[in-house]
């Protein structure tokens, strides 16, 4: 089953100066530096951000709305590290979330990536609050704040 994804930018407005859409440049303002909540995020949400917000760009009212195979492309990143780096944003209010099956029923953000975890072997990571490193990414434990040991 395909999840389609939507997700709309929290104030979107105020990252906007063109009415038009596919700007050649969106606003990023310098007080995101002093907003607590955005350099509390993990890296990987810090650096997802300005890219959803490029491509939200593109739409009329900033809404995204794609499959998570068509985002993870956009984004040039698996659909499992997109979904880990895309919970943080959610829960701290900077993108509104939404994602529907095709049997139309929805599900949160947090909801996906347990599906995701399910889906993938023992083997391969135990858990992401461990901070196990599988064979395809580096995972950092929460206790490390970014920092690799």
Do not use: C
């Not at 440049?25 to 907003?35: M, N, S």
């Not at 955005?38 to 990987?44: E, Q």
């Not at 949160?108 to 990414?137: C, F, K, T, Y």
């Amino acid at each position: 089953m395909t999840n389609v994804i939507s997700l709309t930018p929290k104030n979107w407005r105020d990252f906007q100066h063109y009415s038009n859409r596919r700007p050649p440049w969106i606003k990023l303002h310098r007080t995101l530096l002093e907003d607590y909540d955005y350099i509390s995020l993990p890296d990987a949400s810090k650096a997802l951000a300005p890219m959803l917000w490029l491509l939200a760009s593109e739409q009329d009212g900033g809404k995204i709305v794609a499959t998570e195979q068509q985002l993870s492309f956009r984004l040039h990143m698996s659909i499992e590290r997109m979904l880990e780096a895309l919970i943080p944003l959610v829960e701290n209010g900077f993108f509104i979330f939404t994602s529907v099956t095709q049997s139309s029923s929805k599900q949160d953000a947090s909801m996906l990536i347990d599906q995701r975890q399910r889906e993938r072997s023992p083997s391969q990571v135990r858990s992401l609050d461990s901070g196990v490193i599988d064979s395809r990414d580096r995972l950092m434990s929460p206790a490390h704040d970014g920092v690799t040991p």
